[in-house]
């Protein structure tokens, strides 16, 4: 089994609509991180938490430590934020242990 | 915010030729770098951990002698992939750790491209 679980793997939206991606985990961490990888390659770190919420213009992370759970959700989506999202964990080690990603395409 | 800088993007070599891939942070110290290979569809893999100015820590199944890297400076890591084979195809990107505390925690480079023909 997988430390982290992702999910869905794939996810298809109509513009506008309000997205949830969710993630969970099985050991203990330091800090829970949301990733993007954009079509070129490109990653792009979007929250790294420890513990509640963190919200940055459309998207918002959250983490239950209790329940190893963390959901990223995205509010009024558009066709910009297609992408792959990639939920992470890190822990004393430092070296980020990541989920299998999920590919959100926003339709227009 | 926290920048790292991956050169080339896109690297396309012959058999048994070697490319090195070089990755600079530009506004912090990197004081440890991580080296990521990704086939197509498939999430990142950790090849190898360095710190500024010691022997990097290689991943069970990774050639040290194949993947070279070098971390000499607190600004810059570098991977080189030696006598690269077509196998050898794939994503490569790096992804840093500053000295001091960061929102996000890592910053990753924009990832390096490579086709061995």
């Known amino acids: 089994k997988n430390e982290v679980e992702q999910s869905p793997q794939n996810l298809t939206a109509q513009e506008g609509e309000f997205i949830t991606i969710n993630c969970s985990y099985s050991?203990?961490?330091?800090?829970l991180h949301w990733l993007q990888q954009h079509p070129g390659g490109g990653i792009v770190s979007l929250f790294m938490?420890?513990?509640g919420k963190k919200k940055h213009g459309r998207l918002i992370a959250t983490i239950n430590i209790q329940e190893k759970h963390s959901s990223l959700h995205i509010t009024a989506s558009h066709p910009r934020d297609s992408a792959v999202y990639i939920c992470?964990?890190?822990?004393?080690?430092?070296?980020?242990?990541f989920g299998s990603g999920t590919q959100l395409t926003v339709l227009p | 915010g926290a920048v790292v800088s991956q050169h080339p993007s896109r690297v396309i070599c012959k058999s048994g030729t070697s490319v090195k891939i070089e990755c600079r942070s530009l506004?912090?110290?990197?004081?440890?770098m991580f080296w990521y290979r990704q086939f197509p569809k498939q999430s990142l893999m950790l090849m190898a951990t360095?710190?500024?100015?010691?022997?990097?820590?290689?991943e069970q199944g990774v050639e040290k002698d194949k993947f070279l890297i070098n971390h000499a400076s607190l600004t810059l890591s570098t991977l080189t992939v030696t006598s690269a084979h077509p196998e050898d195809s794939s994503f490569y990107i790096c992804?840093?750790?500053?000295?001091?505390?960061?929102?996000?925690?890592?910053?990753f480079g924009s990832g390096t491209r490579l086709t061995v023909v």
């Open positions: 992470a964990i890190s822990g004393s080690a430092r070296q980020l242990t």
């Open positions: 050991v203990g961490i330091s800090a």
């Open positions: 938490l420890s513990s």
């Open positions: 506004d912090f110290q990197a004081t440890t």
């Open positions: 360095s710190n500024e100015g010691s022997k990097a820590t290689y």
């Open positions: 992804s840093a750790r500053d000295r001091a505390p960061q929102p996000y925690g890592y910053t």
